[in-house]
């Protein structure tokens, strides 16, 4: 069996979906789904979302300069996949998916107190690339749950909040652990405990 060329598209799957939160006030508070998100710097810390310029929450992103990218979870899935086909012209989706604005440290715009990782963003630029525009924004502060911290190591556990990734229309939930960063050039006694480690979890 050979290989098949297809036409241009976007295929760098899987990807996060995540719920990203707007507006300055509770009148225009909005949460649009994206999953054409990602970081882009380590130092400073930066990431973008890149968003059609017909969509609603495209003018108060741009208006105010500023946005949050909630982080989604297996229990957030409704409310993801909800927030994403419906229109905030028509609908306040705090209010319809049951979900709680609270307040971010350094942004007008409201975090989703239901996500385990809230990431503050101020938008530095906009690039026009086509059928949509990339929000370059840096990161200005990070909100994460505390119940996903783990009290002995201090490490917080993104992995058991169950996040949700996105893949060709459909919705996952993440699989076991493979390994960690640098484990392919770990010494096997160091292999060996980890994975006596993740064993027990």
């Known amino acids: 069996m050979g290989k098949q060329n297809w036409k241009p598209g976007t ?3 899987p990807l996060p979906a995540v719920m990203v939160s707007c507006g300055a006030s509770q009148e225009d508070y909005n949460i649009i789904t994206i ?3 990602g970081t882009v710097c380590s130092d400073p810390a930066m990431c973008y979302i890149s968003v059609r310029p017909n969509r609603h929450s495209y003018d108060i ?6 946005f ?6 297996k229990d957030l899935a409704f409310a993801t996949d909800w927030c994403g086909v419906k229109s905030g012209k028509d609908f306040n989706k705090f209010e319809e998916m049951n979900l709680t604005p609270g307040e971010s440290k350094m942004l007008q715009a409201p975090i989703i107190e ?3 990782l809230s990431i503050e963003c101020k938008v530095k630029q906009i690039v026009e690339l086509g059928s949509h525009d990339m929000f370059i924004a ?5 909100q994460a749950d505390e119940k996903y911290i783990d009290p002995e190591s201090g490490r917080f556990r993104l992995d058991k909040a169950q996040p949700l990734a996105y ?6 939930e993440l699989g076991k652990l493979i390994g960690r960063f640098g484990y392919s050039v770990m010494k096997k006694k160091t292999k060996k405990k980890l994975a006596k480690k993740n064993n027990k979890k």
């Open 61 to 66: 992103i741009k208006k105010h300069g500023e």
């Open 68 to 73: 949050v990218i909630n982080l989604t979870t």
């Open 11 to 13: 295929m760098v799957y």
């Open 35 to 37: 999953a054409w998100t």
């Open 167 to 172: 893949s060709h229309g459909h919705y996952y």
């Open 114 to 116: 239901e996500s385990p």
């Open 138 to 142: 840096e990161v200005v502060n990070v």
